[in-house]
């Protein structure tokens, strides 16, 4: 037995040395070279501590070890070490784990790869299922160049998942023009004849509005001409698209001028001119309104109720209401019936003046001409209503559009919330967002921060966890700023114990809160006798803001993990 003993204590022994001589052999061996989501294991084979290893005793198998060992221990001979580890048996977890998949593509340029086929490999490599959301998110935000953001497209059309068609094109036009790309812009228009896409107005309006908001309003009148290079027409209904995109962006009097330069070239309708008085409107040029009324009347076109319209609001922004007010009567004798948008302007017009009595008259006239009011209609009368702090008929006409069917959009009930949390308790706030929840409307997540934020500063502690618990079921991820909110609300009621877990959980998903917030917290817990908690708060604080500050110091270097 003693014997026995002495040969397991020997192969222990020898056992031992095997292990810190295989550690010391898989620090030098087991280097991976990985980019974003692609591991390749190195083996050199002209690596010298493999030819001339540093050992003087000759290497030992360790499976003879295992077997001889299962002569004198219960150890199964089946619970062998493999010779040499594959690829499938590292269970290694992707560093990109935690990035969108948006951010996984765009990372792929960070590499500086070299060649098109090494760029598409490597997007390959990424595993991201694309659709056109994702390639939208790709070539929207970061840093990509043009060329970069061009070949990205060009690979993402090709993957089955991405349908073809105009709109995946809509999507790389517009972000190369909002980031003044327009070279590359104009080669995508290229590459679209030459895949046999036709342009539609929509494109054009992308292409030219990017051009106008640039300040390049001479490129958008040059590229109008050239439309047939790119298999469109120069008619008038593309003519309407130039004119909607200079109009837009307050060069109306460009416009004018190109249309008195084209007349009798290209024909026009009842649309090309009320484009343009709508652009006098906004100026209230009212003399320049007249001529062009007067010109559409001598081309054969009578104004329609949307003409009037425009009438009315640049009579209005002149200060001439009583000039309206003459123009909205006698459109009856003129053969014209009012509809929603001569009412609107007329309601814009009193409420611009304060004289909210005199709009409510034109809402309830409308009513009364069985003239169904449009959303227009009850966004006006409601944000005037909050401007003027009337609350409860802000309410009041908010219940009367739903009534109506009318569903807000989700940027519609964010620009009511935001006045409502800038003054007063938050519970007029509240009633219009669970209004909009009832009804099916979708809120967005700047209207939850909104709330978050208002709560907290009152300290409705209650309501502030309930809307933080329905803001993540609608899908919204918490981030550093909704925490805060929280923390802060748990704070001003006393719930430091709440507060505390709430910032764990912040640090553990990367997100580490301001110094303003953790201060309070922290002081809160040193005055209530909870040394022992604040202490182990500012331990997981300092690691915390240790990884933020690389995090920080990596995304200023490019890098954006």
Known sequence: MAVQARRITAYLGRLNSI????????????QFQFRFSTFNLLSDPSNNEFQNPPTIQPPIDESHVLNQLSDLLP??????????LTYEQLEVRAVDGFLTPEEKLRGVFLQKLIGKTAIEQALSNTHVELSVDIVA?????????????VMFFNWATKQPTIAEGIDCYHVILKALGRRKFFDHMVGVLHDMKMEGTSPVSDTWEIVMDSYVRARRVSKAIQ????????????????????????????????????????????????????????????????????????????????PDCLTFSYLIEGLGRAGRIDDAVEIFDSMKGRGCEPDASVYNAMISNFISVGDFDEGIKYYECMLRNNCEPSMDTYTRLIAAFLKARRVADAIEMFDAMLCRGLIPTSGTVTSFIEPLCSYGPPDAALMIYEKARKVGCPVSLSAYKLLLMRLSRFGKCGMLLNVWDEMQKSGYPSDVEVYEHVINGLCNVGQLENATLVMEE???????????IYSKLSNKLLSSNKVDMAYKLFLKIRVARRSENARRLWRDKGWHF
């Not at 070539?139 to 060329?147: A, D, F, I, K, S």
């Not at 469109?232 to 109009?247: F, G, K, M």
Request: hydrophobic content about 35%.
């Open 223 to 302: 590229m109008f001409g050239q439309l047939e290079e790119f298999g469109s027409r120069c008619d008038t209904e593309s003519l309407n698209v130039l004119l909607r995109c200079l109009c837009r962006r307050s060069h109306v009097g460009v416009a004018n001028s190109f249309l008195n330069k084209i007349k009798g070239k290209i024909p026009f309708n009842s649309i090309t001119y009320n484009i343009v008085i709508s652009g006098w409107s906004k100026f209230g040029r009212i003399g320049e309104m007249e001529t062009s009324l007067r010109a559409m009347m001598e081309d054969g076109f009578d």
């Open 137 to 149: 998110k790709v070539v929207n935000r970061g840093n990509l160049g043009g060329e970069a953001m």
């Open 506 to 516: 912040s640090i553990r998903k990367g997100f580490c809160p301001s110094r303003l």
């Open 19 to 30: 292990r810190y001589k295989s550690q010391s052999l898989c620090s030098s061996t087991s």
């Open 75 to 84: 150890i199964r001979s089946s619970a062998t070490v493999p010779e040499q």
